[in-house]
Nanobody, 124 residues
Framework: QVQLVESGGGLVQAGGSLRLSCAAS????????MGWFRQAPGKQREFVAA????????RYVDSVKGRFTISRDNAKNTVYLQMNSLKPEDTAVYHC?????????????????WGQGTQVTVSS
């Protein structure tokens, strides 16, 4: 397992932008596929985006395509989620997660390491 710490959340107006970061520690963290999930109050956890270990493959939920971009810097053991054109419905706690799956996956149970999360609030 790897240890994950998210940062970069906050309060932003609709149409604004935020960049989330997820710092990973662990000797093999750069070999993991990384994902972002979110959970709004009273709702189930939702897949947002994922990226393979070499950045060759990415995957997004339809609702964020064209607005969010996932990227990683393996030299810094950090994964990013650039969020543009934010909407109130993007409000949630965002968690990063790591999986040994070779390809980006939307299946939360395949991720075996999770961060504590960072709150994103988008006001209308």
């Amino acid at each position: 397992q790897v240890q994950l710490v998210e940062s970069g959340g906050g309060l932003v107006q609709a149409g604004g932008s935020l960049r989330l970061s997820c710092a990973a520690s662990g000797r093999t963290s750069s070999s993991y596929t990384m994902g972002w999930f979110r959970q709004a109050p009273g709702k189930q956890r939702e897949f947002v985006a994922a990226i393979s270990w070499n950045s060759g493959n990415t995957r997004y939920v339809d609702s964020v395509k064209g607005r969010f971009t996932i990227s990683r810097d393996n030299a810094k053991n950090t994964v990013y989620l650039q969020m543009n054109s934010l909407k109130p419905e993007d409000t949630a706690v965002y968690h990063c997660a790591a999986t040994r799956s070779r390809n980006p996956t939307i299946v939360a149970s395949l991720y075996d390491s999770w961060g504590q999360g960072t709150q994103v609030t988008v006001s209308s």
